[in-house]
C-alpha cells in the first residue's frame, strides 16, 4: 500500500509505504512520487516518509524505491524525514537510500510522526522562512 501526497505551502512531499509493496506497485508509486517531486521544478523541497508498517522490499522493488531517492535527491530534496516500525525495514530502506545516493547527509530517522513533523518545521523554518539568509521569496522562487 501506498499514498503520495504534496503540500506545496509547506514545500513536502508526503509518502505513506506499508506492506509488502510488490514491484508492479512501488513503480506505481515511484510515478507519483516523481509527478510531485516535479511540481517543484527541481527546487527545494522536504520529504516526510512514513514507512511505519512497510515490510522487506524484494530486490526489484528495493532497486525502483533506490531510483525514486536518487530522483528526489537530483530534483532538490534537502531532507528526508524518515519514520519506521521496523528495524529491518530501516536499515534496508537506509542501505538503499545510502547506495542511491552517496553520502546522504539529509536523511534523518525519526521515531514517531511527531518528531518527523517537528524536524521538518525546524528545517522548514530555517531554509524557507528566512533564518539562512534566504527571504521567503526567494524560497518560494526555487
Same mark, same amino acid.
Given at each position: 500500500?501506498?499514498?503520495?501526497?504534496n503540500?506545496?505551502?509547506?514545500?513536502?512531499?508526503?509518502?505513506?509505504?506499508?506492506?509488502?509493496?510488490?514491484?508492479?506497485?512501488?513503480?506505481?508509486?515511484?510515478a507519483?512520487?516523481?509527478?510531485a517531486?516535479?511540481?517543484y521544478?527541481?527546487g527545494?523541497?522536504?520529504?516526510?516518509?512514513?514507512?511505519?508498517?512497510?515490510?522487506?522490499?524484494?530486490?526489484?522493488?528495493?532497486s525502483?524505491?533506490?531510483?525514486?531517492?536518487?530522483?528526489?535527491?537530483?530534483?532538490?530534496?534537502?531532507?528526508?524525514?524518515? @519514520? %519506521?516500525?521496523?528495524?529491518?525495514?530501516?536499515?534496508?530502506?537506509?542501505?538503499? /537510500?545510502?547506495?542511491?545516493?552517496?553520502? $546522504?547527509? +539529509?536523511?534523518?530517522?525519526? @521515531? %514517531?510522526?511527531?518528531?518527523?513533523?517537528?524536524q521538518?518545521a525546524?528545517?522548514? /523554518?530555517?531554509?524557507?522562512?528566512?533564518? $539562512?539568509? +534566504?527571504?521567503?521569496?526567494?524560497?518560494?522562487?526555487?
Open positions: 500500500m501506498f499514498e503520495v501526497s503540500d506545496l505551502n509547506r514545500r513536502t512531499v508526503t509518502v505513506r509505504l506499508s506492506g509488502f509493496v510488490r514491484p508492479n506497485e512501488m513503480k506505481d508509486f515511484a507519483a512520487y516523481r509527478a517531486t516535479d511540481t521544478g527541481g527545494r523541497h522536504l520529504v516526510l516518509a512514513d514507512m511505519r508498517g512497510l515490510r522487506t522490499l524484494e530486490p526489484e522493488s528495493a525502483i524505491f533506490g531510483e525514486v531517492v536518487a530522483y528526489g535527491r537530483q530534483k532538490g530534496c534537502l531532507m528526508c524525514a524518515h @519514520v %519506521s516500525d521496523s528495524t529491518i525495514s530501516r536499515l534496508q530502506t537506509a542501505r538503499v /537510500a545510502s547506495e542511491a545516493a552517496p553520502n $546522504d547527509d +539529509i536523511t534523518v530517522d525519526c @521515531v %514517531s510522526l511527531e518528531e518527523a513533523h517537528s521538518l525546524k528545517t522548514r /523554518a530555517r531554509l524557507f522562512l528566512g533564518t $539562512d539568509q +534566504i527571504s521567503v521569496a526567494q524560497a518560494a522562487a526555487r
